[in-house]
């Protein structure tokens, strides 16, 4: 079956430092991958997603970025963190034809003071 | 913007049916009802979808009205771990990547 891993679940960061976030999926080959963010009190928003190793589509213009250097590894990252970078983190994975459904990782809870 | 409405909350006696509605009035040919649910601090988890015939798995049942203006997710016997928000999210399979559109969704209090 397959898994999704998200590391680290919770991080608490200075703003103005560097982020790295990793997701990797395991039990499927090529699959579709999402970032995904909910700030507190509202609604995922798409980041940014990816349908194959160094293909990245970004939804919103914003402060991250996002790499796949793997088949089943999607990274997200920031050079300098926001405030407002604060959230939760999630990242999903699809299979099927036309990337529905996604299923969602653990998430990564990100706290930028 | 979501293209769904839903209460904002709802309380469910534990062992009771939960009934979620969901108008999406403007729904297109081609798009599809999505459910997905998040417990507090966890990610979402898909729970059933469906396109025009009513669909069961063994997390739920989905009924979705025949002019597909409406539809609702039964959880048959809601027990407290339902506790969560339920998204109702419509969208198409698009290419690689069909999209998903979070909403504020409903809060289920699940309730001994």
């Known amino acids: 079956s397959q898994t999704i891993h998200q590391w680290p679940a919770t991080l608490v960061q200075p703003v103005g430092s560097p982020l790295s976030l990793e997701c990797t999926v395991e039990g499927t080959s090529n699959p579709n991958l999402y970032w995904y963010r909910q700030a507190a009190g509202r609604g995922l928003q798409l980041l940014f997603y990816s349908v194959g190793i160094g293909q990245i589509s970004s939804e919103v213009p914003q402060n991250l970025s996002a790499s796949r250097p793997q088949d089943r590894q999607f990274i997200l990252s920031s050079k300098k963190l926001l405030l407002s970078d604060s959230g939760f983190y999630l990242c999903a994975w699809s299979v099927l034809t036309g990337g529905l459904p996604q299923y969602f990782g653990p998430g990564t809870r990100l706290l930028v003071l | 913007d979501a293209k769904t409405t839903q209460p904002p909350s709802m309380d469910c006696a534990e062992g009771r049916a939960a009934n979620l509605p969901c108008n999406h009035s403007?729904?297109?040919?081609?798009?599809?009802v999505y459910w997905y649910r998040q417990i507090h601090s966890q990610g979402p988890q898909y729970i059933i979808h469906?396109?025009?015939n009513n669909e069961t798995n063994e997390m739920a049942s989905l009924i979705i009205t025949e002019d597909r203006k409406s539809s609702t997710l039964i959880l048959p016997h809601a027990t407290l771990r339902d506790t969560a928000v339920y998204y109702c999210?419509?969208?198409?399979?698009?290419?690689?990547?069909?999209?998903?559109?979070f909403g504020q969704g409903t809060t289920l209090q699940v309730k001994p």
């Open positions: 469906g396109l025009k």
């Open positions: 999210i419509v969208t198409s399979p698009s290419g690689n990547t069909g999209k998903l559109i």
């Open positions: 403007t729904i297109s040919g081609n798009e599809y």
